[in-house]
Nanobody, 124 residues
Framework: QVQLVESGGGLVQAGSPLRLSCAAS????????MGWFRQAPGKEREFVAA????????YYADSVKGRFAISRDNAKNTVSLQMNSLKAEDTAVYYC?????????????????WGQGTQVTVSS
């Protein structure tokens, strides 16, 4: 069984950077893409960023474009999210997810493996 484990969350001040990492462990699995989603209290889970595993194409939500960068390390089986210029509205639980089949990378319903989430809190 494949497991995704996020790390790197924490409490930071507005304007600070933070880097999240997601490590995949377990049996080898093929994946089309991996993504980051977030959920703030009282809100629905929303797409943040995604990267296709074979080509490295990246996708971002408009709210984070220019501030966040997603990357992958095929050899280490990890995906990272570099978050710069953090804002209070970025506060949320961030989830790493993987999907095996091609399709819209911004839609959470197509992802079949999820991590447990890591809390990011940005103080203003």
């Amino acid at each position: 069984q494949v497991q995704l484990v996020e790390s790197g969350g924490g409490l930071v001040q507005a304007g600070s950077p933070l880097r999240l990492s997601c490590a995949a462990s377990g049996r080898t699995f093929s994946r089309y893409a991996m993504g980051w989603f977030r959920q703030a209290p009282g809100k629905e889970r929303e797409f943040v960023a995604a990267i296709t595993w074979s080509t490295g194409s990246t996708y971002y939500a408009d709210s984070v474009k220019g501030r966040f960068a997603i990357s992958r390390d095929n050899a280490k089986n990890t995906v990272s999210l570099q978050m710069n210029s953090l804002k209070a509205e970025d506060t949320a639980v961030y989830y790493c997810a993987a999907r095996r089949v091609p399709g819209p990378v911004t839609e959470s319903r197509f992802y079949d493996t999820w991590g447990q989430g890591t809390q990011v809190t940005v103080s203003s």
